[in-house]
């Protein structure tokens, strides 16, 4: 007879194997007799050295950390390393990165930047992070800290939080000069480690085989020409998952979706569970469990079960129906989704990256309409995510200014002006140029100074490292102020901080929001009101308690997971989806 040995060295028989697969009550679906393995994010860590300050650094006592970037100096030959760490213009940083599961190798990340404990430093502004290394810090056995090979590089230009974004998520919203971001600095070296790992009753190359092909007929895609697929069976107990580009954006979906397909089916047995799918759509309860088996069954029948779910009178059941047929391209998900987007925050995220990804011109049709609405986050997210579905998208791509930011200017019926703190540096102006009404001398930075005159013009002036004074006179409007920046040697961070001084005294005719984007932590289980998610103060927290300083290790990304629970919450996960 015919006999395999399974990985345990338990010997399996080929005719049992077929009495299973034959077996009605068997299991079907593959997270019945698999799990997820690699769907949390990732963290990486480092120190890293901030130059360019304007005597604002300081020393670093003698520590661990000292010793570290004194050998992290010397190994890229620069003499005299002792003095360069202790001058006014240097300081030692703290860096966090964090990489959701389905980031891959060469994308772009935020880097989270904090002032380490050890250096005396008094401001961060105007710092510049060298370029560094990136790694994934664990612990071993009695408690050692280790750290991995290389896995990603950091650099450029910090950008400290200003006061009104911090105000966003903290009460007391104080500017703290010691902790910023580094939009878009780091470059991920690390591969992908999403894999299915399938129980050990059902560990056999048969099983592995049913799945891989069950999954790859449901998720490919065409890239450079060539057909790819996104599962690859390594052994008879793990499937290697690759992402699938659709769902870059909601890993949790990717993973609940990949998770509901069935395997080794009949077309009976399909056609059964289509009808019990249509009975657990009815309910708020199982509502989204039925979704993602119907979107990955993919078959008209499925889809006309979710479209039939759209007039059910519960928000709850119309959204997920919604939401699975906007990764199937189908144009009635479209009202719906844009509906939701308007009135319930707790969908509008994932409402927005459904009109994203769904590839109907009418979806980008509604996320044109939804720039007209009056709410700043429904305005800022129907920008990002029309960004996302096309950068060249003449509406979005805006203007640079200088080598540092860029402007965009979307006409809309109800003014504002949108500060990116994540990902872009980049200012987003709605409605036209908008005028500024500054009635006394404003100071953004200890370096930067914005000047009403009596002509009604407007004075900007900014010092030099070298002393020397750069100022022009501008015309009172938004449009002037951000243009000048680079004439008076000003990057992304005097721009942002100069809007937010103006906002502080309303001292603008359009309100000025920092990066309102609706989160998709409502739908996973995080607060209403949303949380920061891509570089967020708050969401430094993990920072605080697990660095390179503290010895405390870093999540590895390897351990299981669950795909239900994976969300981009604060208090989980300070990073969002490449882009």
Request: charged share 25%; aromatic share 8%; glycine share 8%.
């Amino acid at each position: 007879r015919n006999c395999d040995w399974s990985s345990d060295g338990v010997l399996f028989r080929s005719e049992e194997f077929a009495e299973k697969l034959a077996d009605p009550d068997r299991f079907r679906l593959i997270h019945e007799v698999a799990r997820v393995s690699g769907s949390s994010f990732r963290r990486y860590e480092s120190l890293g050295l901030i130059t360019n300050l304007p005597g604002t650094g300081g020393l670093v006592r003698p520590s661990p950390q000292r010793d570290m970037m004194l050998e992290e100096i010397r190994r890229n030959d620069v003499f005299e390393a002792e003095a360069l760490l202790d001058s006014p213009t240097t300081a030692v940083a703290k860096l966090s990165v964090y990489a959701n599961p389905c980031d891959e190798k060469g994308d772009r990340l935020d880097v989270l930047v904090e002032c380490s404990s050890e250096c005396d430093a008094k401001d961060l502004r105007e710092g510049y992070l060298m370029e560094s290394h990136l790694f994934e810090y664990f612990t071993v056995q009695n408690k050692q800290l280790r750290k991995s090979n290389e896995k990603g590089i950091a650099s450029g230009d910090i950008l400290i939080y200003p006061a009104s974004y911090n105000a966003t998520y903290d009460k007391e919203g104080k500017l703290n000069p010691l902790r910023g971001v580094v939009l878009n600095g780091a470059r991920l070296k690390d591969d992908l480690r999403l894999a299915i790992i399938v129980n050990n009753d059902y560990r056999h190359v048969s099983w592995i085989k049913a799945m891989e092909v069950a999954i790859n007929r449901r998720f490919y895609y065409q890239e450079g020409g060539k057909q790819r697929t996104v599962a690859v069976a390594k052994n008879d107990y793990e499937i290697q998952l690759g992402p699938f580009p659709k769902y870059q954006l909601d890993p949790a979906h990717y993973l609940g979706t990949v998770m509901s397909i069935g395997f080794g089916e009949s077309q009976g047995q399909v056609a059964e569970r289509v009808r019990g799918c249509q009975r657990m759509l009815g309910s708020p309860d199982t509502a989204r469990k039925a979704a993602w088996e119907l979107e990955a069954i993919g078959t008209p029948e499925a889809t006309e079960v979710l479209n039939l779910a759209l007039a059910n009178h519960d928000d709850e059941i119309r959204f997920y129906a919604a939401y699975s047929l906007a990764y199937l391209d189908r144009p009635e998900s479209v009202p719906i989704l844009q509906n939701l987007a308007k009135y319930q925050p707790k969908y509008r995220a994932h409402c927005l990256i459904g009109l994203c990804i769904n590839d109907h011109p009418s979806a980008r049709t509604a996320l044109e309409g939804l720039l007209q609405e009056p709410e700043s986050e429904v305005r800022y997210g129907a920008y990002h995510y029309l960004r996302q579905r096309d950068p060249r998208n003449p509406m979005v791509v805006g203007e640079p200014i200088g080598e540092s930011f860029r402007c965009v200017q979307i006409p809309t019926t109800n003014p504002g002006i949108f500060v990116s703190m994540e990902r872009r540096p980049e200012i987003v102006l709605m409605g036209g140029n908008q005028q500024l009404q500054i009635p006394k001398q404003l100071e953004p930075t200890p370096w930067l100074r914005i000047t009403p005159l009596s002509s009604g013009l407007i004075r900007v002036a900014k010092r030099a490292m070298t002393g020397e004074i750069n100022q022009t006179i501008i015309t009172a409007d938004i449009i002037s102020l951000i243009k000048v920046m680079p004439a008076i040697g000003g990057n992304y961070g005097d721009i942002v901080h100069a809007l937010d001084a103006v906002s502080q005294i309303n001292g603008c005719s359009a309100p000025i929001a920092f990066h309102p984007l609706p989160r998709t932590s409502r739908l996973y289980g995080g607060p209403v009101d949303g949380g920061p998610v891509d570089g967020a103060p708050v969401e430094a927290e993990p920072v605080d308690g697990g660095t390179v300083e503290e010895s405390t290790p870093a999540d590895d990304g390897s351990t299981t997971g669950s795909f239900e629970n994976w969300s981009d919450q604060s208090k989980d996960r300070p990073r969002t989806t490449s882009s």
